[in-house]
């Protein structure tokens, strides 16, 4: 498992995408700080709000090209032949692979949460804000639910991977579980409080939306954005329920990777 583990972080690393990826999230950044300096009343959150989102994309493409290239290429190409010839067990590959891919998450997570970090506090010398928020641990549990959401992604695109045939299907499902994912919430807030008057939309879609959420984890509960923005404490109760919802989901993908991998039959 660890010979898995240090080739995934040396493939990572190396690999033109997550060079690529990375200067877009340095770009984003960069865009997350001159949005502050046009909002003078708010500009802590407003370069945090804009940053975070940014930062979700950025690592949610990096989660996807790095599954792609770590698992789905080598699966593709039968390169996975020549590991699974010597006398291990089918789930260190798996597992080896993924432990690397979260942990180079993790990495490039806290650069550009760092890098964010010195751009909310230069956005906030410019303005006085008239709430300010809060950059000390508020900020960075907040990071760490935003890297439990995109593992997340990137244990489905494994889950993904370890059963496809198709090269291209991981990084496309992945995107489609990413996008649904973070926009349940929305929308289970908005028929709940009666779509604007809509009652045709609320009887048409709350039930297809209840077996949705059944199947798919809600990744907006991961999303602690508010509590660094306007520095309100949440509940320790919703945080822990998230993190376990997240855990749960975690377990249940990896396993079935694992399981699928062991079963798959490599010609």
Not at 180 to 201: C, I, M, P
Request: charged fraction near 10%; include cysteine; glycine fraction near 8%.
């Amino acid at each position: 498992m660890k010979s898995f583990f240090v080739s995934a972080w040396r493939s990572g690393l190396r690999g033109h995408s997550f060079q690529a990826v990375f200067v877009l999230g340095l770009l984003l950044i960069a865009g997350a700080y001159l949005a502050a300096l046009f909002s003078p009343r708010q500009p802590e959150a407003v370069a945090l709000d804009v940053g975070l989102s940014g930062m979700r994309f950025a690592l949610v493409l990096l989660a996807l090209f790095w599954v792609q290239e770590l698992v789905g290429k080598e699966i593709d190409r039968r390169t996975t032949i020549l590991y699974l010839a010597y006398p291990i067990q089918r789930a260190y590959y798996v597992l080896g692979r993924f432990v690397g891919i979260a942990t180079l998450l993790m990495v490039a997570c806290v650069i550009l949460g760092l890098l964010l970090w010195l751009a909310v506090l230069a956005a906030s010398n410019e303005y006085a804000q008239i709430h300010p928020g809060a950059l000390g641990l508020p900020y960075w549990m907040t990071l760490f639910g935003l890297w439990l959401s995109v593992v997340l992604v990137a244990a489905f695109a494994l889950c993904i991977a370890t059963i496809s045939t198709v090269p291209a299907l991981p990084l496309a499902l992945g995107v489609a579980f990413a996008v649904a994912g973070n926009s349940l919430g929305a929308v289970a807030d908005f028929l709940a409080h009666g779509a604007g008057g809509q009652k045709e939309l609320v009887t048409q879609y709350s039930p297809a939306l209840e077996l949705i959420r059944s199947v798919l984890p809600d990744l907006s509960r991961l999303d602690w954005r508010i509590w660094p923005m306007y520095n309100q404490t949440l509940p320790t109760g919703a945080v822990s329920l998230s993190c376990l919802m997240a855990g749960c989901y975690l377990a249940l993908m990896l396993g079935v990777a694992i399981y699928a991998f062991k079963l798959r039959e490599f010609d």
